[in-house]
Each structure stands twice: as structure tokens, then as C-alpha cells.
């Protein structure tokens, strides 16, 4: 598989201010769809990669429990 530019950096770096600016009414799908308008590939590999990234952030406390929704997609 060939790398990318779209690390679990690149999606932190990108992605947890998109997740503050929604004030909580973002879900992970919503935020890939963000984050693909700004480069990202838009398949299912990033999309796996954005949940994990994410979910790792929630629980080092980079973003508040609340700030992201997740929702049975």
C-alpha cells in the first residue's frame, strides 16, 4: 500500500479544529466530508483512519468527550 500524506497527524492537525469550531454538533462522518473538502481522499481506508484518529484524541483528552458526536453509521 503507498503511503500518504494523510497521517493520523494531518488528520489531528486538520481535523480537531474543524471539531472545535461545530461546538459539538459534528459527527465523524461529517468531519471526513470536511476533511476530504480540504484534500483528504475520500474511501474507506481514511475514513477508518479519521475514527481511529479521533477516538485516540477523545482519549488523551485533545477533544472533549463531548465535542464530537458518534453515531451508529
Given at each position: 500500500?503507498?503511503?500518504?500524506?494523510?497521517?493520523?497527524?494531518?488528520?489531528?492537525?486538520?481535523?480537531?479544529?474543524?471539531?472545535?469550531?461545530?461546538?459539538?454538533?459534528?459527527?465523524?462522518?461529517?468531519?471526513?466530508?470536511?476533511?476530504?473538502?480540504?484534500?483528504?481522499?475520500?474511501?474507506?481506508?481514511?475514513y477508518?483512519?479519521?475514527?481511529?484518529?479521533?477516538?485516540?484524541?477523545?482519549?488523551?483528552?485533545?477533544?472533549?468527550?463531548?465535542?464530537?458526536?458518534?453515531?451508529?453509521?
Amino acid at each position: 500500500m503507498a503511503r500518504t500524506q494523510f497521517t493520523k497527524k494531518w488528520i489531528l492537525e486538520n481535523g480537531i479544529p474543524i471539531v472545535e469550531s461545530y461546538h459539538g454538533n459534528l459527527t465523524l462522518r461529517a468531519l471526513h466530508y470536511r476533511l476530504v473538502s480540504i484534500g483528504m481522499n475520500n474511501d474507506l481506508n481514511h475514513y477508518r483512519k479519521v475514527i481511529v484518529a479521533m477516538t485516540e484524541a477523545r482519549w488523551s483528552g485533545d477533544v472533549a468527550f463531548d465535542e464530537l458526536q458518534i453515531l451508529n453509521q
